[in-house]
């Protein structure tokens, strides 16, 4: 299965790694699990002693000699094939369910945010104080703003991250997307409302203000400072972009964290917000005019209007439910497929519910002909094996119906 991990991945399958042992059933026939293509005799039972074939269930406490290879592992040509799906499910898709391991690494981009827009924040209001700057007075709401909202970030970044329970069995995930859209609604209106109607009102105003160099200096350190943050960020984003095979721009528009997104979306425009002001500053001092400043700070509000417009849309489209990106798609359905139990797959359907987190729902057509309580017990290992990865946070699976279409990677 593929991950979104902030380290590269392994070359194993972690996720498909556990073959729970079904439960025992006294009533049922302790016949192995057929091998794919093979149908036993209905109620067979294997000889003491002899090693039961994959997937077979063993006997209730028995426990497997030291070195015996457990029920359900691969042979070695299989193994290898599984080896070599694990690997390209690892190139196609590493980095989208770790289940939120690559939370320490969000949680590092947003400190270094909050830490630069709280230092920027309080350097711009002294500056927009002295200099009377509009433009630096839509820098400083800007910051100030940004500021607030990596405390949203960061309530998203823990509250998504608690353990499912029995009241929300999918876990707490999409509450990353709730508290990141309240910082985009904050980014809207404290940032972009607040620049535009400060600009508006100081586009006819008289000239004022002074302390240029004050302004250059401050907005010089904020460029560096807020850069700092920027670097952290495509730090992060970059290694996972490249496992997608997308560039970090379409990578911070597609990805599920939305922290991440928040973070490089909100330094890039500050980052461009800052020349904007410069550009502005340095108009009214040159020609005396106030308008070019007041018009700086319009600019800046409309750019952060435009990104909080972006986040916004972003989040509402995981919230209202989201199919995984089709790489993921692809290479669940391979694993699946890959599994020896099953025979084809014939409906899937894996959804984002939070960072790095999905649900999977398909229909199976298992191998072999059995009794109906123990292709239930099967049909339940399945989903413990696809669960076991910390991404999954709940899989359901369905016998599929003899004539539905199988689908394949190709249609995936």
């Not at 690892?90 to 400190?111: C, F, H, R, Y």
């Not at 970090?248 to 922290?259: A, M």
């Amino acid at each position: 299965m593929p991950t979104e991990p902030d380290t590269q991945p392994s070359t194993g399958d972690p996720v498909f790694s556990n073959n729970p042992v079904l439960p025992h059933d006294p009533a049922l026939p302790e016949d192995p699990t057929p091998a794919r293509g093979a149908t036993p005799a209905r109620g067979a039972t294997p000889a003491r002693g002899a090693t039961p074939a994959r997937g077979a269930t063993p006997a209730r406490g028995a426990t497997p000699a030291r070195g015996a290879t457990p029920a359900g592992t691969p042979a070695t040509g299989e193994r290898a094939a599984r080896d070599e799906l694990s690997a390209e499910t690892a190139a196609a898709v590493p980095l989208q369910q770790d289940g939120g391991k690559g939370t320490s690494e969000s949680t590092l981009t947003i400190a270094i945010a909050f830490a630069a827009n709280l230092a920027i924040a309080i350097a711009k209001s002294v500056a927009a104080l002295i200099t009377g700057s509009a433009s630096m007075v839509a820098e400083a709401a800007h910051s100030w703003a940004d500021t607030g909202n990596e405390i949203f970030l960061v309530v998203a970044d823990r509250r998504s991250h608690r353990e499912p329970e029995p009241a929300h069995p999918h876990g707490f995930g999409r509450e990353a997307y709730v508290w990141s859209l309240f910082a985009a609604m904050g980014l809207f209106v404290a940032g972009g409302a607040v620049s535009i109607t400060h600009g508006v009102q100081e586009l006819f105003a008289e000239e004022s203000g002074g302390e240029y160099l004050i302004g250059y200096i401050v907005l010089g350190v904020s460029f560096l400072l807020e850069g700092t943050s920027f670097l952290q960020s495509v730090r992060q984003a970059r290694p996972e972009a490249e496992s997608m095979n997308r560039d970090v721009i379409e990578h911070v528009l597609e990805t599920t964290d939305p922290t991440l997104r928040a973070v490089f979306a909100e330094d890039s425009a500050a980052l461009v917000g800052i020349v904007i002001a410069s550009l502005g500053l340095a108009l009214h001092q040159i020609t005396g005019m106030a308008a070019f400043d007041a018009a700086g700070s319009i600019l800046v509000g409309v750019l952060l209007g435009g990104v909080a417009l972006v986040l916004i849309g972003r989040n509402r489209r995981f919230l209202v439910g989201q199919e995984a990106d089709p790489q993921v798609r692809t290479a669940t359905l391979r694993a699946l497929l890959a599994m020896p139990e099953v025979d084809r797959v014939t409906h899937l359907r894996v959804e984002v519910v939070g960072p790095r987190m999905i649900t999977v729902v398909g229909d199976v057509d298992l191998v072999g002909d059995d009794i109906e309580p123990r292709i239930a017990y099967r049909l339940r290992a399945l989903e413990a094996r696809l669960t076991s990865s910390p991404a999954v946070m709940h899989a359901v699976l369905s016998l599929s119906a003899p004539d539905e279409h199988s689908v394949t990677p190709a249609d995936a």
